[in-house]
């Protein structure tokens, strides 16, 4: 495969699984008011990304020295949709602390070996146009997941519902 075309798809993975992370972030207020902790559920969400996040970047950075590029790359997609399958199937608090933990591992993954893959698909000699397309890439994931979100909010009127769990009874909690 030419290596533009390898660097052209090594990128929309790269967008995809940092989409993945923010996608749900719209929602934060509905997860918290589900659980019942406020303010505390949303923190506990986001501490939940830094906890898959900073073990793994520590524990696993140098992972695709040892095994190749793809592998790592391959397992932050798979994280990404189960993480975002998770969400869509069981909408609740719970879901999200554990999605947010598999984002964090999936995110860790994919950026340390994107990057060094990058660099060997563009070459030494490129290396600052390859660290370029790794932080667009990256950084519009970020943004769009929650810009996509946002905007499907808002087509819909926002009086969009999310179904949430908490102690086993289910209600409908919808914006105004």
Known sequence: MPSHLSATLLALCLFTVTFAVNLQAPLYEVYAAGSGLGATAVTIGFAAYVGGLMPTLLLLGGLSD??????PIALALVLGGGATALLVLVPSWSSLVMARLLLGVGTALATTAGT??????LGEARARGAALVVTSATSLG???GALATGISLGVQGRRSCLRVSWRSSWRCRCWP
Request: avoid cysteine; hydrophobic fraction near 35%; glycine fraction near 20%.
């Open 142 to 144: 970020f943004g769009g």
């Open 66 to 71: 040892r095994i190749g590029r793809r592998p």
């Open 116 to 121: 060094a893959y990058m660099t060997e698909l």
